[in-house]
């Protein structure tokens, strides 16, 4: 009796009980370690804030480099899905994550762009929500339909008289500044800026234009 009880001793433990045992961890081989605990709530909504603004930040800088007349939530939001997706796959450091940012602001307004044009070649009323082109609406003092048109036009323009426009228009540079950045001449500024007011002012009011012709040399 005494060799089966020591028999049954030395019987080796079963399967579920040896898989439990290697997945419970040993704290004394870790001084001072302790089991994972849950994020905090507070904590949780500070990391998406920061997020949310690293995108923001990410949105105005593209925006402004590629001079795109956007609305600036409707392409943040977008953005934010995206790096929310991506971020897991970016490469370590600011570099990797400042370049991951950048490429879903770029998906991000490129979409945008192509929805305006196709709502545009339809003809139709704007597809999404009516507040797609509120802040050029009110900027410009237009209908949402008339601004998602003048946002295609100058959207559709070439980089040189897009940058134009928002450095000596928006952003309110000296024209010597932005000569020098841009490597142009007065002419070829000025040309590009012209381009840029036309295609967002196609139809410039009268001002207060007379019938009358100026007086001159009778012949």
């Known amino acids: 009796m005494e060799k089966q009880s020591e028999d049954e001793s030395a019987a080796p433990q079963p399967q579920a009980s040896r898989a439990r045992s290697a997945r419970t961890p040993d704290a004394s081989r870790t001084p001072g370690a302790r089991p994972p605990t849950p994020a905090e709530p507070l904590d949780v909504l500070r990391s998406a804030a920061r997020f949310s603004q690293e995108v923001s930040d990410a949105v105005a800088r593209g925006l402004r480099e590629y001079a795109w007349l956007l609305d600036v939530e409707r392409v943040h939001a977008r953005a934010l899905l995206l790096a929310l997706d991506a971020s897991q796959t970016w490469a370590r ?108 002012y196609p139809d410039p009011p009268a001002r207060g234009r007379s019938e009358k012709r100026p007086e001159g040399r009778r012949q």
């Not at 999404?128 to 082109?133: A, I, L, S, V, W």
């Not at 009110?138 to 003048?150: D, F, G, H, K, N």
């Open 93 to 200: 450091g600011s570099a990797g994550r400042e370049s991951g940012l950048k490429q879903c602001v770029l998906q991000a307004a490129r979409a945008a762009l192509a929805e305006d044009l196709a709502d545009e070649r339809r003809g139709g009323p704007q597809s999404g929500t009516p507040e797609r082109h509120g802040f050029l609406s009110r900027v410009y003092c237009v209908e949402a339909q008339q601004a998602r048109s003048l946002a295609v036009r100058f959207n559709s323009l070439p980089l040189r008289a897009r940058r134009a426009y928002f450095e000596l228009v928006v952003h309110c540079r000296a024209v010597a500044a932005v000569m020098h950045e841009c490597g142009c001449t007065r002419e070829a500024l000025g040309e590009s800026l012209r381009s840029a007011l036309d295609a967002l």
